[in-house]
C-alpha cells in the first residue's frame, strides 16, 4: 500500500507539472481525489490491514491527500492567473500604432469667396440681411419697379411656381424686404443662391449665387457707392485693382451702372482672361430709386442709398482662375481639393 501511495503522489505530481487547461486539471482531481478516485480507493481498503499498519500508513494516506489538494489549489491559481495575462496581452492597446487619417474636406471655392466678402463688407458696418428663395412676384420684380409685361421681366425669365410665387432671379428682393421692417440708416449685404432658366455653359448656370448690398441713410451719394466697391475691389483682387463704372438700366437705381474690376490676369493690358479688355464685369450697382423707397415708406425727399448686386461666381472665378462655371457645381473632388 505504501507503494501505491508513492506512485499516485508522484504520477499526479508528474501530471500537474505538466497541465495546461483547467478542465484538465479538474480531470487529474477527479482522477485520484474523486469518489472513486486513486487514493479514495486506497483509503477505503485500509481494512484490511493490520492494526499496527493502519495508523502509518493511515498517515501517509492523509500527507499524500493534503499534499496533492495542496497542489492542485496552488495550480488552480496559477492556471488562473497564466489565463489572466494571457487575455490582458490579448486585449493591450498598442498607442504608438499611428492612427487612421480622417479625411478631411475643403470649403468649397464659392463659399470661400462669399466668406470673404462677408468680411469685408462686415469690416465696414454692414449687417447681414437674408430673404427665401421661393419668392413673391412683388418682392422680385413689382416693388423693385418693373411691373407685369414690363421688358426686364424676359431677360431674367425664371421658374415660376404659380402666377405669385416663383424662384427669386436676383437678391433684390432683400432690398425690399429689408426697408419694409427697418428704417434707416440701413447698412445690409445679402448672399444668396438665385435662379433662371439659362441653359448650362461655362459662364452661365441657372443657379447661381449673389452678393446683395443696400445702403439708406441721409445724405448718401453716388461717391459713397464709388468708395464703397473701390474697397470691395482691392479687398478681393489686390490692392492694384481699379474699378470702372459704366452707365447701364435697372428699374430700381436711378442713375445706373454695371461695375467692371480692372483685369486680375493682366492688370488692365488686355489678355485672354478679360478677353482683351483689360476690364471684367462683376456686378450692377446705382443709387436706389425714389419710387422704390416710397414703396416701402421711405422718403425720397429726406433719404438716399445706394445698392449693389455682385456676381458670386464671376468673383470666384476670377479671384481663383477658374475658366469653366461649371467646375463650380460638378463636386469633382480632384477639382474641389485644390482650395
Ligand atoms: N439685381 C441686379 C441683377 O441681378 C443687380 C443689381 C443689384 C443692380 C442692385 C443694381 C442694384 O442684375
Not at 29 to 55: A, D, F, H, I, N
Not at 231 to 236: E, G, I, M, P, R
Request: net charge neutral; proline share 5%.
Amino acid at each position: 500500500m505504501r507503494e501505491q501511495l508513492n506512485s499516485i503522489r508522484e504520477r499526479a505530481e508528474k501530471e500537474l507539472s505538466s497541465v495546461e487547461q483547467i478542465q484538465d486539471l479538474e480531470n487529474i482531481r477527479v482522477k485520484y481525489l474523486g469518489k472513486k478516485g486513486e487514493l479514495t480507493q486506497v483509503l477505503r481498503g485500509m481494512g484490511t490491514l493490520s492494526t499496527e499498519e493502519r495508523p502509518i500508513i493511515g498517515q501517509l494516506a492523509n500527507e499524500v491527500r493534503k499534499l496533492l489538494e495542496s497542489k492542485i489549489e496552488e495550480t488552480g491559481k496559477k492556471l488562473a492567473e497564466m489565463e489572466r495575462s494571457r487575455k490582458i496581452a490579448r486585449e493591450v492597446i498598442d498607442v504608438t500604432i499611428p492612427g487612421r487619417r480622417k479625411f478631411l474636406g475643403s470649403r468649397h471655392p464659392l463659399t470661400i469667396a462669399i466668406d470673404q466678402i462677408r468680411e469685408v463688407f462686415i469690416g465696414m458696418g454692414y449687417e447681414i440681411a437674408e430673404g427665401p428663395e421661393v419668392e413673391l412676384d412683388y418682392y422680385n420684380f413689382e416693388a423693385l419697379n418693373i411691373p407685369k409685361g414690363h421688358p426686364a421681366r424676359d431677360t431674367q425669365d425664371t421658374f415660376y411656381i404659380n402666377e405669385n410665387i416663383l424662384l427669386r432671379t436676383q437678391t433684390s428682393p432683400v432690398q425690399i424686404r429689408v426697408m419694409e421692417n427697418k428704417k434707416p440708416p440701413i447698412k445690409v449685404i445679402c448672399p444668396g443662391r438665385v435662379y433662371r432658366s439659362d441653359a448650362v455653359d461655362a459662364t452661365h448656370s441657372p443657379i447661381f449665387h449673389q452678393i446683395e448690398g443696400l445702403v439708406v441713410d441721409k445724405g448718401v451719394t453716388m461717391g459713397d457707392l464709388i468708395g464703397t466697391l473701390q474697397v470691395f475691389a482691392k479687398s478681393l483682387f489686390g490692392e492694384n485693382s481699379r474699378i470702372r463704372l459704366r452707365p447701364h438700366h435697372f428699374p430700381f437705381t436711378e442713375p445706373s451702372a454695371e461695375v467692371d474690376v480692372s483685369c486680375w490676369t493682366c492688370g488692365g493690358k488686355g489678355c485672354r482672361v478679360c478677353k482683351n479688355e483689360g476690364w471684367i464685369e462683376i456686378l450692377g450697382a446705382g443709387m436706389v430709386h425714389p419710387k422704390v423707397l416710397e414703396i416701402c415708406g421711405i422718403d425720397p425727399e429726406v433719404y438716399s442709398g445706394f445698392a449693389f448686386g455682385i456676381g458670386a461666381e464671376r468673383t470666384v472665378m476670377g479671384k481663383f482662375n477658374i475658366d469653366d462655371m461649371r467646375l463650380l457645381y460638378e463636386n469633382d473632388i480632384r477639382f474641389l481639393k485644390q482650395f
